[in-house]
């Protein structure tokens, strides 16, 4: 029995995807590899909703977010940082490391930002250069309301860098409407891929620190894939492999559509949100991503027991709670490839898992409130 | 017709790797991909002939060149670089950038750097903490003498960094005999897989650096992936589906055994001097690896031409130069999963692009030397 991958990354490969993984390797120094890099740069551009150049790093995400850091900041500079997750907290160690002042906004787990709160910091804090935050704060399941933090940052002098990584292609995020300068995406999440391939869309302002950085960089140096890409090359050898597969998902992506491929996620969230409360659990998230619910161990059940019951007995993986958060909290991911059927096995093995631990739920409730919730969409 | 890769990096997959490739994906933190993860890890072992700790990045090569220059050396510390190519020039440019003095040997391309050139160096610069180097310079073909480098390196306190990124599993290098304190890999060389994993073996003196140095990272903090090991993991999401697919190179490597994989590169490498030679061609190559042979393109014959004509009509893939090199030289590699089937493809494209350039040739003879040299191996 194969495993059903509800995790938020990596999230399982449609066939085309592993069709493409498995082919003959190319070389990456020719016209026929070079006019698929561009496609899918041009792909990634309509998916991360910007006309900004797009940049594709072999790393995972966390190598995008450093790249973020060390090009658009230097020693010294200030930078008001988002907090609120395990992911929200990495642009803050990140800044740490490179010696960039951090203005930290705190956001308790499990709730957004308020955007109140940024602007009272960009106020208190007017020579920030970058607004670091997350879109979908993987580890607590929260969105942000972008919409509103980028509208705030549009009025001061800082450009704004969203962590996108968990997000994209599953909460909505019009990076050039709404006035996002610096997206960061990861292969392995809605872009139904394996991990090991990054992007950065940047725009005009972000270009512009780009060039005034004094961090020292070199493998993460933006200035060298930016001269690449007229090439539809980059600066180091990509991981070939991938780029190819990304080729394939994007033409599943694009073929849907970005914003119907967004509300499909929607879907899936709302109905396992219907699922949880109708087994009478509550949500961890006050401001619930699309791409990931995160719910509260009920008292009295071991969180650890629950993940690993749910993963032995119907092979059903979900995500538990990281740092402080484990054992308190479980994820389901719907973003990527996920389907209605996965989240259904997931949530009989919720279920299933609830009732052995001597949790008392109304049997099948979950799954028969998340199947309501699913049938209106033709799943 | 597919292509006949004959590129130094990325190089042909094996089958096993293929299908392994497109399975479906596991999820990282589970116990199934710690146990692969820690065999993969240990046949790296094997594979970089040490019994040091092992360390595997999401990144290409040079991100694993990063890592060492970023780890070992603090701003104002001193280096030695051994220069005469390409990536050992890598080296030189990563240490300009991190604000590491770097004090150069000069070698000429095409020539491997005369030991006592080291000697010199390690005697002016008693400071000098680290001497960076290379196995096989995949731009000019050779392969340097690490035995005599080594032993030289020993004698002084600096650490000996070795980028054997195309190097490990065609030129012999066993890593503790010698006293190599860090050997650098990529995975789309002799390891047979796409490109996108990276690996870096470092033993105690080198972890003593880590510890020292001041150099602000993090995506490439060995302390981190240190750390991780423990627990079989890695800080930062793997490449899952490349390292899944390592495990299978390694169980074809580890089942011919390091030094038969190693004797069996320098077999084809000997069959293509030879069929060069045949056909009156010279080597660029002063000390050739067993993982390229470089060749100088003959007088009167445009070498872009010569490689775009292979291509077009054989579909066989050699590399041109590089940098000055262009145009120069073209290279053949003999690594990896690259069979004697296609050397000998190779040269029959090389045999027909030369003659309908108009260079006199005697028929076949490239093939044919190449031939005669392959039969005593059974090939």
């Known amino acids: 029995m194969a ?3 509800l995790t938020p990354g990596p999230t399982p490969l449609p066939p085309e995807v592993r069709e493409a993984l498995g082919r003959p390797i190319i070389h990456h120094r020719t016209s026929q590899y070079r006019a698929v890099f561009k496609r899918v740069l041009q792909g990634m551009q309509t998916v991360m909703q910007t006309s900004s150049s797009v940049v594709c790093l072999t790393s995972s995400g966390t190598g995008a977010m450093e790249a973020a850091v060390v090009n658009l900041l230097s020693p010294g500079d200030e930078a008001i940082v988002i907090l609120g997750g395990k992911f929200a907290e990495r642009w803050q160690k990140l800044c ?3 010696g960039i002042t951090v203005r930290a906004i705190p956001v308790a787990y499990g709730a957004a930002v308020d955007p109140k709160q940024l602007a009272v910091a960009l106020k208190d804090y007017p020579n920030a250069k970058v607004v670091f935050t997350t879109l979908c704060e993987t580890s607590t399941g929260i969105v942000n309301d972008l919409r509103s933090i980028a509208a705030l940052t549009r009025k001061s002098q800082a450009v704004l860098v969203v962590d996108a990584i968990s997000g994209l292609l599953a909460d909505d995020c019009p990076t050039d409407q709404w ?3 610096v997206l960061v995406a990861g292969s392995q999440k809605g872009l139904m891929l394996p991990p090991g ?4 869309s940047l725009n005009a302002r972000a270009w512009e620190l780009v060039e005034r950085s004094k961090t020292p960089r070199f493998y993460t140096d933006l200035r060298l894939y930016r001269k690449s890409l007229a ?3 980059t600066p180091f050898t990509s991981a070939v492999s991938t780029v190819i597969a990304l080729d394939e998902a994007l033409k599943r992506i694009l073929s849907m559509g970005v914003t119907q491929t967004i509300e499909h ?8 949100r219907a699922g949880m409360k109708a087994l009478g659990l509550e949500l961890f998230s006050q401001r619930p991503s699309n791409g990931v619910t995160a719910v509260q161990v009920p008292a009295g059940v071991d969180g650890k027991q629950l993940t690993k019951i749910m993963y032995e007995r119907s092979r059903v993986m979900v995500a538990g709670g990281q740092g402080e958060m484990a054992g308190k909290i479980f994820r389901f991911a719907h973003m990527g490839y996920i389907s209605s059927e996965d989240i259904f096995a997931g949530m009989k093995a919720l279920e299933a898992a609830l009732a052995s631990l001597g949790h008392p739920i109304k049997p099948d409730a979950g799954s028969r409130a998340l199947q309501s919730m699913l049938q209106p969409s033709g799943a």
Chains 1, 2 share one sequence.
């Open 3 to 5: 495993d059903i991958l």
């Open 96 to 98: 740490n490391v490179y």
């Open 179 to 181: 006035g996002i300068d």
């Open 197 to 200: 391939l990054a992007f950065l």
């Open 231 to 233: 090439d539809d090359d």
């Open 265 to 272: 996620c929607g879907q899936l969230a709302a109905a396992t």
